[in-house]
C-alpha cells in the first residue's frame, strides 16, 4: 500500500487516476479496468447507459459477467459499488438504486491562503499562498474517493469569503475555477461557488442592496459570465448576516428578498442557490437573558415560508446552536415544508476532538434522521474533513465519517454497522479481530466523547476559539451567545414555555416532551432545564453524581480503548497503528484533562461530595 | 504642532535631529542651537566637559548666561534637563546631580517580523518583515527622547528570540546593529542584545552546555566578532529556562553555571551579561497544589547567592508573578545582596489596560521602592511601550510612562507630582485647568484600573492571551501556575506559613505581615491568604462587600474621567483630544464589563447579595 492512498477504502484501484475523460461512463470504464484486474476478477463487466437518468444504477448478471445499467453518472456509481462489493466479499448484485437526496455536497472551508478553517488534516487540497494551487494527480484521487460514495457537489472555497483573494468568480480565478470543475466532471461532481454577498461593492457598484436594480442587473451579469466558464456550474453558496459577514440585514431586507436577485439570476442557467442558515447575534450581551441563541434561525426564516424562490435551498445546522456534540434537533428543520432545506453536518471535528479524538458521526445522523421523521430535508451537506496530509483526514480512522457520509446521503437510512463493517473491511482487509475492535470502537465513539465533555446536552464547555480541551467558562462572558448560567443554586438555561420559550419553536409533541422535565430525554435535559445539581434525574442519581459518574468513566474508557488499539499491532499497517495510536495517547489525556476539570467546575459550585470518594479538585 | 513629533515632550525641537555626530558633547550643542532658539532663550550656554566624569551634570550661572558642566554623557543630560526645565518655565540652575542607577534600560519586545509583542502602539520601530528597516529620522528623535531622560542602554530585539531570524550576531544580521549603535551612540545609549542561550547549537555545536569546553570557545569567538563591529556594546541579554525558550536546566546545570561562560566571554571586553529572573514552570498542573508559581524565582535564584560573575546583572520583575495589578514585591529583590540585581517594570501595558485604559505608572514605582528600603536594585529595566504609532505609545498620555521612568531610573526617589506635573507642562502647556486634570487622573489612574479589574490582589482574571477584558476562570485549568480556587467556600491561595510557604520567603518582618490575616495589608489580602466571601475585611466590609462596592465605583468612576476629559476640548491639541477621548470611552466600557463580570463572578460563587441591591448576574 502506496503512502499516498495510505488507507483509502479504495486500494485496489491504486494511485493513479487516468486523466483526460469528460464523461462518467468513459471513467467507469477505465477505473473497472484498474480495479478489477487488481482484485483478480476476470469476467466481463459491461456498462450500459439507461437513456433520460442521471444517478441511478443497477448491476446485474448477465451471461458470463456482470452488467452496471445505470444514468449518465448512475454507471460511475455502480462501478464503484461493484468493485467496493467485490473488495469486501459480498456479492456485487444490485437492484436498481436511486439517491434518496439529489445534492450530495461537501462544503470545504479553505482559504485562497492555503490555511482550513477548522481544517485538522493539514492544508488546503486546492489553495496555497493566495493561489490556486494543487497536485492534479492527487485532486483526481480525490475526485475518485468523493465518487466512490457518492459525493456529487462540492465547494472548494470557504464560506466565510474574507479577502478580495478569496473571491472565486474574478477575471483572474475563474479560469482557474474551470479547470477543477474540469478535472473533477468525469466524477460526476459539480462545483458550487461561495460567494460574499457584498461582492457587488468590492465591484464597483455603492450599494449590494438586493433590492436595486443595478445590483440585480449586476448578478445576472456576473452570473452569465460564470455560466459561460462554466456552464454546469451547480450554484452558488452564501453566508449572509453572519458571524459579521455582510447580508441582507444591513438594508433592512429579509433573507428571501436578499436571496432574490442571485437567484434569479442562477435560475436563469438552471443554477442553484445554497443559502446557510446559520443566523444568530454573534454580539450579544452576556448580561441579556431575553435572547436565546438558538431561537435565530427559526425566528429568522420560518416566518420566510413560501417567499424563496423554486431554486434556492436552505442549509440549516443539524441543531440550533453550532455542531455540538449533542443538541436538539434543530426546530427549523421541522418548519417550512415548501421550502427547500439541506441538512447541514460537520464532518471535520471542530467540536469533536479536531480528529485527535475518535468521533464517528453516523449513529447520530441516524439519530437525527430518525427524530426528523416525515419532515427530512430533501438535500445535504458536510463541512469536509480532508486536507493535504498524506491520509487525506489527519486520523485514520476519521476517513470512515468522509465514507459514511456519502452513503448517509444517498441511501438516508441505512443499516450503521453494516456500512462500518464495509468501510473497516475494504480499508484494513477482513481480520475478523480488526473489525470486531473497529467496529465496537467507532460505534461507540460519539457517546465515549460526549461522556467526558458535554454532560446532558451541555455544550460550550471547549477552550475558546480553538474548541478542543474543557474550558467550562470560556464563553460564559462572550458574546457569542452561550452560556452555562452556573451558579450556586444550579446551572443550564431554562428553555421552556416558562423559560426562553424555545421549545415552542418545535412541534407540539415535541415541544411538550422537551418542555416538560419529567418527560424531557435525559440526553438533553441541561440544553432544555435549569436544574440544581441535587435534581434527581429518570437514572435515580442526582445530577452532580451523573457528571461525576460519566466523566471518571469516559477517561477510564478512553484510556481503554488506547489499551485494546495495542493489542491490534501487526494486524494493521504500520502506519495506521501508529497513526492511530498516538492519537488514543492524546486521546485519552484529553478525557482526563475533561473529566478532572468537569468534575471541578460542578464540585466547586455545588460543594455536592462524589458518593464513591474520588478525588474532586 | 506636527503630527510626528505630537505630543512628545520636546516640541521645543521641533521635528529635525542633526545627524552626523559621535559624541554626546557634539550632540548636545546641536540640540540647544535648536532648542534655546525655539525656547527663545538667547543668553549663552556654555557646555564644558568634566573630565573623568560619565553622566553627572550641573547647571551654573555664569556671567551673562549658563554653563553645563558635565561627564561625557552629563552634558547631554544636562543640556536636555536645563531646555525642559526653562520650557516648563523653571529655573534651569542644578546642582550636580548623577545617577543613582548606572543601567537605565529599556527593553523592546519586537520581532524581525516587524510584530512588537504585547506592543499597543503600532509595529516595531526597527524591524520588518524579517529585516531591519527603520526610518532613521525618527530613529533619532527616538534617541533624542530617550536621552532627554537618561535612558542609556536598549535592546532592540525580543527577549524571546525565537527564529533564525531573530539572532542579531550573525554575520548578516550584525553589521545592521552597528548602523543603529552608531545611530543612537551621539544619545549616550548603548545596546544590548538578546541572545538565545541555545544559539550554539543553532551555529553548528551539537550541545549548548555551559560546562562543556567547545561552547565556552564558540561564545569567546561570538563576542570578540561583535565587539571587533561594536566595541562599545553594553552586553548581552538572555531569557533562559524560561517560558519554553531553552537554559542550562536542559543540561542540569543551574543558572550561575548556565550564565558563566557568556559572562565571561563579556568579561574580556568590558561587556555586562542581563540575565532575567523570569523562571517558573509554565507547565504546571492545575491540579497541584503543593507548586506555587510565586515562589519559583526565589526557589531558583536565592541558592546562587556569591555563584554568578562580578559582569553579570540579575534582571527581576517587581513582583512574584508577572506585572499584574497588584503584587507584592518579589522576595527575590530582598534577598542575595552581593548580586547585582535590576528592577524589571513594564511600560508597555500588557496586564494594565493595552493603553486603551489609563494607567500611569510613577505611584507602584515608589511603592516598590519604598516597600524595599535598603534592598533596591542598582540596575533598572522597562519593558517598552513604545511603536510606530504617530504618537509613539498608543495613548497620548502613556507618553507620561516612559517620561517617568527615565526620571525615576535616574534619581530612584522623586516628587511624585512634580514629575508628572513637569511631564504636562512640557506636553500639553501651562494651562492650570488641563495641569490639575490630567494630575488627578494620572495619579488616580493605577487605583482606578486596580478597582474594577483586581480586587484585593487577585490578580490573571484576564482574557487569556490576549489579557484585556474580563475571563476570571480564564486562566483557572490551565498550565501557567495561576489559580484564583473559587468554589463555594471562598477564594485565593493560601500562602501563609500554613498553606504554601511563600511569605516565609521574606525577610521575618515581612513574612510576618504578610503571613497574618490580621496584618496583611487589604490589598493584598487575596494575594496572600484564601478566604471566606463573608469574611470582614479591616474596612469592616466583608470580601463579597468590598468586590461589589469597589467595581460598581470604579465603573462609574471611569464614565466620569471621560466625562471630565470632554471638558478639556479646545484646551489641548484636537488630536491629543481625539485620541484621549476615544480612549476613555472604551475604557468606561471595560470597566462596565469587568465591573459585571467579577461581580457575577463573586455572585454566582458565593451567593451573597449586594447588600445595596444593585443589579448582579
Known amino acids: 500500500m502506496k503512502y499516498d492512498t ?44 439507461t437513456p433520460g437518468e442521471d444517478e441511478g444504477y443497477e448491476i ?29 466479499g459480498q456479492s456485487p448484485l444490485t437492484a436498481w438504486t436511486a439517491p434518496c437526496r439529489s445534492l450530495r455536497m461537501l462544503n470545504h472551508w479553505d482559504n485562497m491562503s492555503g490555511a482550513v478553517e477548522r481544517g485538522y488534516a493539514g492544508r488546503s487540497l486546492f489553495f496555497d499562498n493566495g493561489k490556486f494551487a494543487y497536485d492534479s494527480r492527487r485532486l483526481l484521487r480525490y475526485g475518485r474517493i468523493l465518487a466512490s460514495v457518492g459525493i456529487n457537489t462540492v465547494c472548494i472555497n470557504n464560506v466565510n469569503v474574507e479577502t478580495p483573494a478569496d473571491q472565486l468568480i474574478t477575471d483572474e480565478l475563474l479560469p482557474e475555477v474551470r479547470k477543477v470543475a474540469d478535472l473533477l466532471r468525469p466524477f460526476g461532481i459539480r462545483l458550487l461557488i461561495a460567494i460574499d454577498f457584498a461582492l457587488p461593492m468590492t465591484c464597483g457598484l455603492t450599494t449590494a442592496d438586493p433590492l436595486d436594480g443595478s445590483v440585480r442587473g449586476w448578478w445576472e451579469k456576473q452570473v452569465a459570465r460564470v455560466y459561460a466558464a462554466i456552464p454546469d456550474l451547480c450554484g452558488f453558496l452564501v453566508k449572509a448576516d453572519s458571524e459579521f459577514r455582510p447580508g441582507p440585514g444591513l438594508y433592512c431586507r429579509n433573507h428571501a428578498e436578499g436571496a432574490r436577485p442571485i437567484a434569479r439570476a442562477l435560475a436563469a442557467f438552471g443554477g442553484t442557490l445554497v443559502w446557510r442558515c446559520f443566523v444568530y447575534n454573534c454580539q450579544q450581551d452576556w448580561r441579556d437573558r431575553q435572547t436565546d441563541r438558538p431561537k435565530a434561525a427559526y425566528e429568522t426564516y420560518a416566518p420566510l415560508e413560501g ?28 418548519a417550512m415544508p415548501a421550502t427547500k432545506k439541506a441538512l447541514e453536518v460537520q464532518l471535520t471535528q471542530e467540536y469533536t476532538g479536531h480528529q485527535i479524538d475518535l468521533y464517528y458521526m453516523l449513529p447520530q445522523w441516524q439519530e437525527i434522521l430518525s427524530d426528523l421523521k416525515g419532515a427530512e430535508p430533501r438535500y445535504i451537506s458536510a463541512v469536509s474533513n480532508l486536507g493535504n496530509d498524506a491520509n487525506w483526514t489527519g486520523h485514520d480512522l476519521a476517513q470512515a465519517n468522509l465514507f459514511a457520509y456519502g452513503l448517509f446521503a444517498w441511501y438516508a437510512v441505512v443499516d450503521t454497522a453494516a456500512v462500518t ?7 484494513f482487509g477482513e481480520d475478523p479481530r480488526v473489525e470486531d475492535v473497529l467496529l465496537d470502537m467507532l460505534l461507540a465513539s460519539r457517546e465515549l466523547y460526549e ?57 407540539p409533541d415535541k415541544a411538550a416532551l422537551y418542555g416538560d422535565v419529567k418527560t424531557c430525554p435525559e440526553e438533553l435535559i441541561l440544553f432544555f432545564h435549569r436544574l440544581s445539581y441535587t435534581h434527581t434525574l429518570p437514572s435515580g442519581k442526582t445530577l452532580a453524581q451523573h457528571v461525576y459518574d460519566t466523566h471518571f468513566e469516559g477517561a477510564r474508557r478512553a484510556e481503554a480503548m488506547a489499551e485494546r488499539w495495542n493489542a491490534l499491532e501487526g494486524r494493521v499497517p504500520a502506519e495506521a497503528f501508529d497513526n492511530v495510536r498516538a492519537r488514543f495517547i492524546l486521546q485519552a489525556r484529553n478525557a482526563r484533562e475533561w473529566r478532572d476539570v468537569v468534575n471541578a467546575y460542578f464540585y466547586r459550585y455545588s460543594g455536592v461530595a462524589d458518593e464513591k470518594g474520588r478525588v474532586l479538585y
Open 6 to 49: 495510505r488507507l483509502c477504502w479504495l486500494p485496489f484501484l491504486g494511485d493513479t487516476v487516468k486523466a483526460g475523460f469528460t464523461t462518467c461512463r468513459e471513467m467507469a470504464e477505465a477505473e473497472l479496468a484498474i480495479g478489477l484486474r487488481n482484485l483478480g476478477y476476470e469476467p466481463p463487466v459491461c456498462v450500459l447507459e
Open 421 to 427: 463493517r464495509w468501510w473497516i473491511a475494504l480499508t
Open 307 to 334: 417567499l424563496f424562490d423554486e431554486n434556492v435551498i436552505l442549509q440549516v445546522k443539524y441543531g440550533p446552536y453550532d455542531f455540538q456534540v449533542r443538541e436538539p434537533i434543530s426546530p427549523l428543520l421541522y
Open 451 to 507: 461522556s467526558y465533555t458535554a454532560p446532558l446536552g451541555l455544550g460550550w464547555m471547549v477552550n475558546p476559539n480553538g474548541h478542543y480541551g474543557p474550558s467550562p467558562e470560556g464563553y460564559e462572558y462572550s458574546a457569542w451567545g452561550t452560556y452555562l448560567r452556573a451558579d450556586r443554586q444550579g446551572i443550564g438555561v431554562d428553555r421552556s414555555p416558562s423559560g426562553t420559550g424555545f421549545v415552542l419553536q418545535y412541534p
Open 60 to 88: 446485474q448478471e448477465t451471461p458470463g459477467g456482470l452488467t452496471i445499467r445505470g444514468g449518465t453518472r448512475g454507471v460511475l456509481y455502480g462501478a464503484y459499488s461493484l468493485m467496493m462489493r467485490l473488495a469486501a
